[in-house]
């Protein structure tokens, strides 16, 4: 089967209208795209400014389109409170008709988000956070909470983890749907990543393995690596124009 292809874009200066996010999702799913994917952030490192909150924009997408898969990414679970997670995500499933995938990972210290805040900023304290947020949102969607999600057996969890340090992101992302590695620099180390997923699951059936690429770049070498998924992503401040050529450019090959 073919790679599925989606657009991933921070809401972000000239993105931060939830009204033009929206926008584009419809422009996106008329253009043939199968997803569209917000990271998500409550501050940025300079020169970012302005930030949108990536669920309230998501939620407003889901009820303006009608087939595109959406969803954070990704969403730092250390410093959330997970019930609420468990409400915003079933609803957003809800709202959706089954269309949401859950990104999550670790989070990064590096953007002024958590220290500030009070977060967690220990990586192996945000791990077992991250883990024992992933075991607590299972139960309330399988039941603990009504209304479950649409989904079944779950939403979708695609684990984020980044190039370099990936042996403990690998092994939790092999206990869920999907894996995100970030930075990953050649379609190869993606097949090794995708080899070493198959050995940990003892195969890939119904799992995901994402690469992304920038604008105009070949989505073919990284769906031979064995890529489910290929996100069309964008630096940190987007230009609407470029975006919106891309998106009109349709996911080609």
Known sequence: MSARRGIFLPPFDQ?????????????????????????????????????????????????ATERLRLGPMVTPLSRRRVQKVAR?????????????????????????????????????????????????????????????????????????GRWGTRRRPLARAARWDGFFPIEVLSPADLARLGEEIAALRGGTEGFDLVAEIPPG????????????????????QPRLREVEAAIDAGPGD
């Open 15 to 63: 993105l931060a209208d939830p009204g033009r996010l929206v926008e584009l999702a419809r422009r996106a799913e008329r253009s043939g795209w199968d997803g569209f994917f917000l990271w998500d952030h409550v501050d940025y490192r300079p020169p970012v400014s302005a930030v949108a909150d990536a669920w309230i924009a998501l939620a407003a997408i889901a009820a």
């Open 88 to 160: 915003e995500t079933a609803t957003l499933d809800q709202l959706s008709g089954g269309r949401l995938t859950l990104g999550v990972g670790l989070g990064s210290d590096r953007n002024g988000e958590l220290e500030p805040f009070g977060e967690e900023v220990d990586p192996r304290r945000r791990a077992e956070l991250l883990d024992a947020g992933l075991d607590r949102l299972a139960s309330f969607w399988a039941g603990e909470f009504e209304p479950r999600p649409l989904q079944r057996p779950r939403i979708p969890v695609w684990v984020a």
């Open 217 to 236: 770049a070949a989505a073919g070498p990284w769906e031979a690596a064995g890529a489910t998924w290929v996100l069309t992503d964008f630096e940190a």
